[in-house]
């Protein structure tokens, strides 16, 4: 299904997430040890993955 509004149980997708706090990811190609992604809510772990992809961060000026 094109853009499913959610995942059930043992749904397989490609995901994209904009993380809300900095963190310290990797392609899973790249080094895998920072390339895996566990999402837990209410104590249960929701989804597990591994990193295909990053966006690079966009550019903050500073403030002088």
Do not use: H, W
């Not at 299904?1 to 990797?26: G, H, R, T, W, Y």
């Amino acid at each position: 299904e094109e853009n499913p509004q959610f995942l059930k149980k043992n749904d397989v997708a490609i995901v994209k997430l904009s993380p809300i706090k900095k963190a310290c990811i990797e392609k899973y190609k790249d080094f895998p040890e920072l390339g895996r992604l566990a999402v837990r809510d209410m104590a249960r772990t929701v989804c597990v993955g591994v990193i295909l992809d990053i966006d690079p961060a966009p550019k903050v000026a500073k403030a002088k």
